[in-house]
């Protein structure tokens, strides 16, 4: 698999049948909707930028829970991946 394959099979997996379901569930509100969707893809972007600082100064595996843990600690690490868990398990 290629790295363009990759990329196009998780951000498929990402982004799922909300792209095409969302906007007429949205038209009812109106044009405000679309700040609602700039303020969404500003927030996934600063998260990306995040994981991605933090993959360059630490290059490990365990994503938050190994970042967390190095920079605070064993407990925060748990709290850390105890809400990122929750927080997936919520949003999937």
């Known amino acids: 698999m290629s790295l363009v394959q990759g990329t196009m099979l998780v951000a498929g997996n990402m982004i799922g049948t909300g792209l095409f ?3 007429s569930t949205m038209a009812a509100v109106g044009g405000i909707a679309i700040f609602g969707w700039l303020i969404a893809t500003a927030g996934a972007v ?7 600082k933090l993959g360059e100064l630490d290059p490990k595996e365990g994503g938050p829970y190994a970042y967390a843990r190095d920079f605070l600690g064993p407990y925060a690490g748990f709290q850390t991946n105890y809400v990122y868990w929750f927080g997936n398990w919520i949003g999937n």
């Open 21 to 23: 379901l969302l906007p």
């Open 46 to 52: 600063a998260l990306g930028l995040a994981f991605a």
